[in-house]
């Protein structure tokens, strides 16, 4: 049974950096082809933020594109996520997901973790 | 870039009645490319449509989708107790590849 659980800091400073890493276990997160970062702010819906595929390739939503970075560390089975020159309307839930066999949708969901921009 | 408009953005209904969720996309999506997912509070959601109108696992027959080009319906048969929760739906373009939800339908007690 694949989980998945992110990390990382839950305040970051206004222009910071937000960074956060995602760990898949109980299975290899190349058995599936693309990662995605997907956020929810406070009393909102949920945004896509990009994706990587296990060999590298990414794509990003075009608003934030110009701020954010996902790499994958397949020693580690591990996602990461850079989200640059952060303000307040950053501050969100973060989740990484997976989109398993199917393709197109996201089966594997990690709990999700909250980052909040202040100083 | 695809925007997805849900409504009703609330539905109160009973346990036992049937409930209609919409889904319109500004531009024809792919059936295959339109998925629906249930988000409970202080949980991940939980992908119960992907390709339109196929269940994901484990997800009860209650659940059906379906619609084409920009009309998307998800439709519980007979609400139980714990389908009470904000549902949304998302899309997948070609170009640029990228993703997008609808702004959510939170379906609610009455």
């Known amino acids: 049974q694949m989980q998945v659980q992110e990390s990382g800091p839950g305040l970051v400073k206004p222009s910071g950096t937000l960074s956060l890493i995602c760990t898949v276990s109980?299975?290899?997160?190349?058995?599936?082809?693309?990662w995605s970062w997907v956020r929810q702010p406070p009393g909102k819906g949920l945004e896509w933020i990009g994706e990587?595929?296990?060999?590298?390739?990414?794509n990003y939503d075009p608003s934030l594109k110009s701020r954010v970075t996902i790499s994958v560390d397949l020693s580690k089975n591990q996602v990461s996520l850079q989200l640059s020159s952060v303000s307040a309307a950053d501050t969100a839930l973060y989740y990484c997901?997976?989109?398993?066999?199917?393709?197109?949708?996201?089966?594997?969901w990690g709990q999700g973790t909250l980052v909040t921009v202040s100083s | 870039e695809t925007v997805l408009t849900q409504s009703p953005g609330t539905l109160s209904l009973s346990p036992g009645e049937r409930a209609t969720l919409s889904c319109r996309a500004s531009?024809?999506?792919?059936?295959?490319?339109l998925a629906w997912y249930q988000h409970k509070p202080g949980q991940a959601p939980r992908l119960l449509i992907y390709?339109?109108?196929n269940r994901a696992t484990g997800i009860p027959e209650r659940f059906s989708g379906s619609g084409s080009g920009t009309d998307f319906i998800l439709t519980i048969s007979r609400l139980e107790p714990e389908d009470f929760a904000v549902y949304y739906c998302?899309?997948?373009?070609?170009?640029?590849?990228?993703?997008?939800f609808g702004q959510g339908t939170k379906l609610e007690i009455k």
């Open positions: 997901v997976g989109q398993g066999a199917i393709g197109y949708s996201y089966t594997y």
């Open positions: 109980g299975d290899s997160l190349t058995s599936y082809h693309w």
């Open positions: 990587i595929h296990h060999s590298g390739g990414t």
């Open positions: 531009q024809s999506v792919s059936s295959a490319y």
């Open positions: 390709g339109t109108s």
């Open positions: 998302q899309q997948y373009d070609k170009s640029p590849p990228m993703y997008t």
